[in-house]
């Protein structure tokens, strides 16, 4: 199959709806990662997801809608989850709800749980998408799995070129983390991500400890992972090494030479794309665990880890 590039104007928009309409696999910006998108109704379309990713076929994806009221069709919201709605969307926030009567959800999208992960997104090319496509859209971010999630449309061909039937162009991805995911009875804090958890708990107040259950492939220890070696918290790069820095101080790669954390999370996986492609070991500067640091950390330590 030949991966075609299309553009997010209303001709590249129409033709994106009409392969995922027909059970097609279409790559898209959102303002946190590429997803790789397909009818979350047609159990075919999302196989070929899992497919093309060589994922688990065990994980659940998430789905993504218009606006809260289409969220409401798929899954219930009480009070807590629908003031998490009100406040976050559209934006980098994914919120798992029990699964509404007569949802339609292909199971394979919930991996056969009677709860579902929803996020409205803000990037205005998936909004014009699934206002154009009218329905609700599952996408894991559009990378082989366990490999560095794609923020440009360069890394979702790189990775899955011919496997996939479109790619609609949004340019680069601005949060560039993925989505925070919360949920459960009591709500807990399932994914950190592109809202940071201090923002989350003023809404909602102090949040449950997440179970050990959860089988996400996002917490799993080695993931993001780029095929060098990675070293945290280094304070320089020894012999061989190549160094990707934060703040002020000698570097290859700087995230953010300001020491700014939204900029940091919006080059995170560009730069690890970047250094990996020179196939060194990677030495990474200490980032505070404030914020989005939290996120950031939270990836390159999965990155790092012992695979
Ligand atoms: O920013 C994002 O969230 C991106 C963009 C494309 O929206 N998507 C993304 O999807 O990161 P993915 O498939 O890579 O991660 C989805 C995460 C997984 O860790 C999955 O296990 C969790 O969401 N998840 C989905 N449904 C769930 C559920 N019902 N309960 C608990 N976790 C769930
Ligand atoms: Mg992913």
């Known amino acids: 199959m030949e991966t075609q590039r299309l553009a997010s104007d209303p001709p590249g928009i129409a033709r994106a709806s009409e392969i995922v309409s027909a059970g097609g696999l279409v790559a898209f ?35 993504h809608v218009a606006d809260l009221e289409m969220a409401q069709r798929y899954g219930v919201f009480d009070q807590q989850t629908r003031a998490l709605a009100r406040q976050f969307w559209p934006g980098p926030l994914s919120i798992v709800v029990p699964l509404a009567p007569h949802h339609g959800l292909s199971s394979l999208v919930t991996a056969g749980l009677d709860t579902v992960a929803l996020r409205v997104p803000a990037h205005p090319g998936a ?40 790619v609609l162009d949004g340019g680069t991805c601005t949060v560039g983390l993925e989505s925070t995911i919360i949920g459960g009875a009591p709500l807990a804090l399932l994914r950190q991500g592109g809202v940071p958890e201090e923002e989350i708990v003023e809404i909602t107040g102090p949040l449950a400890q997440a179970g ?23 304070k320089g790069a020894q012999k061989g090494e190549i160094m990707l820095g934060f703040g002020p101080g000698p570097c290859d790669l ?13 080059n995170l996986f560009a730069h690890l794309h970047a250094l990996d492609a020179t196939n060194k070991p990677i030495a990474v500067a200490p980032i505070p665990n404030t914020g989005l640091g939290a996120a950031i950390n939270d990836r390159l330590e999965r990155a790092a880890a012992p695979r």
């Open 29 to 63: 910006a959102t303002e946190t990662v590429y997803g790789l998108g397909a009818d979350a109704r047609d159990g075919g379309a999302v196989a070929r997801v899992y497919a093309a990713k060589g994922r688990p076929s065990f994980n659940p994806l998430i789905v």
């Open 127 to 166: 909004r014009a998408l699934l206002a154009q496509f009218d329905g609700p859209i599952a996408a894991p971010s559009a990378n082989p799995s366990g490999r560095i999630s794609p923020t440009t449309p360069e890394h979702v061909i790189a990775g899955l070129q011919g496997k996939i039937d479109a």
């Open 212 to 234: 050990t259950d959860i089988t996400a492939p996002g917490q799993l220890a080695s993931h993001y992972a780029p095929r060098a070696p990675l070293r945290l918290n280094a």
């Open 254 to 266: 700087n995230l953010s030479p300001a020491g700014d954390l939204t900029q940091a999370a919006a």
